[in-house]
């Protein structure tokens, strides 16, 4: 792979001189193929935020030399590439962003064969004003059954290829660490589970870390699904008894049923759990809690208690509110949002936008494990006409698991289409009349990555930097005994 | 003519090279095979980048390059050799630096340490690249002698140690440590030695809190803690060795026992002690149950049966692989009892243990009978547990090409583009992955699919009887499936079922087979069709009041009375 750069049009023009020179490359003769080439990730007509990662791709056109030129006004970087890899330098691709803010980048490929150059359609990228989130933190599993063995929760650092653990499974004696969840995108406020002899729900508050025993004899099980309320005092918890099956034939090879599940919250201050009738009814299984951005409500969803009749592909959940008084600890009005059970369907993974007007989901046929689902895909509603709209993002396969980035502009989603199995993080941008971009795969520095990566990207959280947390004091508060927290009841 | 001179080393670094080649290319192809199969070597910088996480990481990346050999046994057997003689020479160094008196002796017996621990079917080459780089430690920090750049030196190659070979690490500071306090007689040598101390004590401790973010204990032990310590004897006696060497070097001084013939006297003999040792320790049971497994793994049936032969070996995996075997061939019902069927029922399939190391054998069972979602499922839990592998990726890449699921099989064979001896079967087998329309028109996929039964239903995964009887209501055409419902039923000792699904059986069979015909005789005799089969269950239940039975011929002893009588492990009925 062989790379060459220009920064102005003169520049430009001198290599394309040289280029003719040393390859017969004259330009003006060049044959244009009159369609878009193809690009692996698919990275044309995309917006893109200021601050990302060279988007580095493969041309998978058939040839035995390609040339990229991506062009912003009087700008460019070069890239040459016997392979069909397009790997673009890091400091030439962030020089060239930072020129076109508010523009277009613009990607002219030239591919050769026998020594017959053609040259593609061009293609654009906008990149927008609004930054994401430097940090995405994803568990890194493989996309299994039941079993584990390597498993932990990174960080990548999107804005070049950097990535950093923020605990693995080797310092906590191999159990499993899941559920990780960071207050409104604060890289000072986070938990996650480590499972296990020794296990505990590891909560991190500006730097201070506690380990806690969320399970109470209340409690179905200790602290599932978290979400933090924006105080940073409370973490609501569902709490599941959950089942897998194994389906003998068919596109899904497993299923995941809860059995019983209610919702509690933990007090972080006190170190108890309450919760309310409203959320820990017997007549219904309540999860996926998240908060609106004011505090004010806990969004959940929500399904009819199944039987011992019920068949596991008719649970379905709705989209549900409660009111919460955080100084008094009191909830309130509980209000169906969304009635997804009506129309064969059920919600998961319900994440109120950073401006609290939209709530993004997920919408499958059936129960809470829309991560197998291959008709699960992602929804948006608008909080004040309770319009639902269907997202331009989704594909043939699994859309799930999402979060926003803290400025709403932009947000993460893990999806199934690339083979069906492991999920991807994908970005997308939301623009001022709330629709949204094309979506784009996180980029890598080997632009092949993904082919063969055989590890899940498990829930793509976004995270404000600076992240600079000493992974140490989470490995040595994991040694220590979790606290056992209190029930407490509501006044 | 030229004459070939050969001095002592020289002599005993071609007998080292020519007995480690004998001995593991005449006994080792099973452990070089079973290796082969638990490692996969990628040229890739994503699979470089994961060994980096641990201490030892490099010599664990290492060890997985030159296993990739393993490939062709004979290969293996070469690097195993090649890497046994680069520790006799080197060790020799490092003995002749420290004037150690019988250097060649204790070479030898170092490589013989290494043999022994290269038998165990778990121990990688991982050890022996260890010592070999420790040695190369060792060596240059006995070349230096002026203390500071000793010191320097020493402090330096603790930490590339420990970074390279993590808790092999002591094979270096254990000697060095030593050496520095009897080889040496300068005053330093003990400020030396306590630097060199607390430089190795506090290398991983260091490195655990603010690289590695690992537990203590841990870090002074990985990756020696793993397979249940049974590398941690071996690294013991390894450095008890180099540290008696060094003892001896020194209390044995100037004692010129090298040049003599009393020398070559003594290696003999501890070469004779090696041979006796290394094939004592050689185990043929193990070898059986290595070498059926490895067959059965790769769908060599004649070879499976023909190494089970009349093995008695109490391993689940011989019955597993053999009653697979005679599946496959189409002799299961004739043929279940000519085989020992000791763990009954159990000898079908393994039931779902979530510790339990065999998901990359079960799933063949589930495959066989046409459950490919649930040997999907076994074979990918394999890859979490085991890592990915080559054997494991070729059984997900045909299980997803059949499920129709070809960029699913395209990942795995990506994957095994990445490596040096199975990219050729992932380059032969990727145009599988682009034409699903061709796909659907190969024999295997065609025959395959059809046996995957028509409904979809939640699998029980424990009681196999039900998941049988499952697929042969769902598609009683599923010939694998009724020969193991019949010989689950024949070993469970549930013959009643059997005959209860007899018209299922001969459905697929215009003449009963012969375990089917037996188990009749006892309970439907009007079934039997083969005279021959009656007049033998007679003869066996007048043999069978005398206590000649057991001495009986072939024919009887290999029979479903016998079998029920005196081997079938579960309650009679």
Known sequence: MILRTGFNDGLFSLLLILLIGCNSFHESDIPVVNRLPVVIPDYTELSIPPNIAPLNFRIKEEGDKYRVVIRCHKQSVVVQSTDGNVVIPERKWKDLLKSAVGKELVYTIYVSENNKWEKFKSYTNKVVPEEVDQYLFYRLIYPGYELWNEMGIYGRDVTCFDEIPLIENKSVHNHCVNCHSFKQNSPDTFMFHVRGEKGGTIISKNGLVNKLDTKTQNMLSGGVYPAWHPNGRYIAFSTNKIQQFFHARGDKFIDVSDFASNLVVLDTKTNTVFSDSSIQSAEFMETFPDWSPDGKYLYFTRAEQRTDSTQYNTIRYNLMRIAFDARNMTFGELELIYDASVQNKSVTFPKVSPDGKNLMFTLSDYGTFSIWHKEADLFMMDLETKKVSKLPVNSDDVESYHSWSSNGKWFVFSSKRMDGQCARPYFAYVNNDGTVGKPFLLPQKDPEFYDSYLKTFNIPELVKAPFNFDTWKLVREAAFPAKKVKHTTLK | MYKLKLNESGFWTIITFLFSLVYFSLWGQAL??????????????????????????????????????YYYYLLGAIVIALLITIVFLLSGIVLKQLKTPFKNSIALILCIVLTLLLQNYENTLLAVLAVIINLLFIISWLSVRRWGVRLILGLLSIVLSYYITGAFYWVYTIPVIAAELIVYRDIYRFINAVLLLITSLSVPYYLAIHYYYIFIEAAYLYPLQTKAYTLLPYVTALIAILLLSIISGKLIKGVKLEKSHRS?????????????????????????????????????????????GESEVNNLLIPYYTNLALAHKGVLLDQLFCYSQKAGSKGLYFTWEKNQHLKEHGGLFFYTVGYVNEAHHWAFESLVQTGAVAPVLKDLVRYNLVLGKTSGARKYINVLKQSLFYRQWALKNEHLCDDTEKNDQLNWIQHKRSQIPSEDYFMDVKIYEKDLLNMVVSKPDNKMAVDYLAAYYLLSNQAQKLIDKLALIKQHYPVLPLAVQEACAVYAPEIVTDKKVLMRYKYYKESRRTTEIHNADKELIHSFWYYIDFVCPHDKN
């Open chain 2, 32 to 69: 070089i095979q079973y290796q082969n199969d638990q490692h996969l070597f990628l040229y890739s910088e994503t699979y470089w980048q994961q060994f980096l996480n641990m201490p030892g990481g490099m010599v664990q990346w290492l060890s997985a390059f030159f296993t990739q050999f």
């Open chain 2, 264 to 308: 070559y006297v003594v290696t003999f003999l501890i070469l004779c002690l090696g041979v006796i040792i290394v094939c004592k320790n050689n185990n043929s049971k193990l070898n059986t149950i290595l070498k059926v497994s490895y067959s059965g793994k790769h769908q060599q049936w004649n070879q499976v049966l023909n190494f089970v």
